[in-house]
């Protein structure tokens, strides 16, 4: 059974700190992994990584994947109050294209 | 509109009773999803399609049903709902190998 693992479950920051989300998987024949960010509605997409050690860059936001050690790390720099959501990983992996969603990692940046 | 939308976007029901929630999206993507977010899970993949006529079982079936008639529309049904189908269910769409993009949810509550 493909697995996904979010850490920490929530995490609270001051602005203009610096966080790093982290997201470890189990699947059988991985295809990417997708970083989604959740506000109070549908989430909305970030990033999507299929190759290991290539950063994936927006802005304050960057991505890294780890294809070898089977985990990915979301950071975030210089956050602000609009950074705060829900930050979502999934998994696409097997013989079909089902996404294997984390439970998240609930960021609140206070002022 | 172009895009991925849901109706109703709130619906309380009874137990027992038999409800349809309905997704369209004007892509024109092969694959649609259906999830159910509730805390401490996350999202749930339910049904997912990867073409017309294609559907295929995802993580938490039980209960539902789904149809893909024709590529635009996915609906979700409960054909008898009970109350731990209260939940936010989101459809999502995509085409191979590609993020997921998100309709904006249906919050269901079944008495």
């Known amino acids: 059974e493909d697995k996904v693992v979010q850490s920490p479950l929530s995490l609270v920051v001051h602005e203009g700190d610096t966080v790093t989300l982290n997201c470890s998987y189990e699947?059988?024949?991985?295809?990417?992994l997708l970083w989604y960010k959740q506000e109070k509605k549908a989430p909305t997409f970030l990033f999507m990584l299929t190759s290991s050690g290539i950063e994936k860059k927006s802005g304050r936001l960057s991505s890294i994947l780890d294809k070898k050690e089977l985990f990915s790390i979301l950071n975030i720099t210089a956050t602000q109050t609009g950074d705060s959501a829900v930050y979502l990983c999934a998994v696409e992996g097997g013989s079909n294209y089902k996404l294997t969603f984390g439970k998240g990692t609930l960021l609140t940046v206070n002022p | 509109d172009a895009g991925i939308t849901q109706s109703p976007r709130y619906k309380i029901t009874e137990t027992g009773r038999q409800v349809t929630l309905m997704c369209h999206q004007t892509w024109s993507h092969s694959y649609m999803f259906w999830y159910r977010q509730d805390l401490g899970h996350g999202l749930r993949l339910i049904y997912y399609s990867a073409a017309a006529d294609i559907t295929d079982k995802g993580e938490v079936p039980d209960g539902y049903v789904v149809s893909r008639s024709k590529t635009e529309n996915f609906p979700l049904t409960l054909e008898s709902a009970t109350r731990s189908q209260t939940s936010v269910y989101f459809c999502?769409?995509?085409?191979?190998?590609?993020?997921?993009?998100f309709g904006p949810g249906t919050r269901l509550t079944v008495l």
């Open positions: 999502a769409s995509s085409e191979v190998l590609d993020e997921q993009f």
């Open positions: 699947v059988t024949n991985f295809r990417s």
